[in-house]
């Protein structure tokens, strides 16, 4: 099982990027979905999830307000729209499925992951 994020790079403080994270679709039908992230030296942390029945959206502490999940079926594909970067965000970021109230992710669905890095 593949999971593949694409869009990271290198922006500037106070900048804007768009992560695009393609997943199989019997996975996108089946779960909810999420984003998490790892910063050099840190654990693994979740950003935030979609749910797949309505669409609904929550969020990490440290991205709320800044940081937007949405989803799209005919692209069996989520995104994650990251505004007002900090250096703080810096990480590799991956999405997983995300289950239940703890949002937790499956080992076997790891990727790749996408780096993002916000340095002036």
């Known amino acids: 099982v593949q999971l593949v994020e694409s869009g990271g790079g290198l922006v500037e403080p106070g900048g804007s990027l768009i992560l695009s994270c393609l997943v199989p679709?019997?996975?996108?039908?089946?779960?909810?979905m999420g984003w998490f992230r790892q910063a050099p030296g840190k654990d693994r942390e979740f950003v935030g999830g979609i749910r797949r029945t309505d669409d609904s959206t929550y969020y990490a502490d440290s991205v709320k307000g800044r940081f937007t999940i949405s989803r799209r079926s005919e692209e069996n594909s989520i995104y994650l729209q990251m505004d007002t970067l900090k250096p703080e965000d810096t990480a590799v970021y991956y999405c997983?499925?995300?289950?239940?109230?703890?949002?937790?992710?499956?080992?076997?669905?790891w990727g790749q992951g996408t780096q993002v890095t916000v340095t002036s």
């Open positions: 679709d019997w996975i996108f039908l089946t779960y909810d």
């Open positions: 997983n499925i995300a289950r239940g109230h703890a949002a937790t992710p499956l080992d076997a669905y």
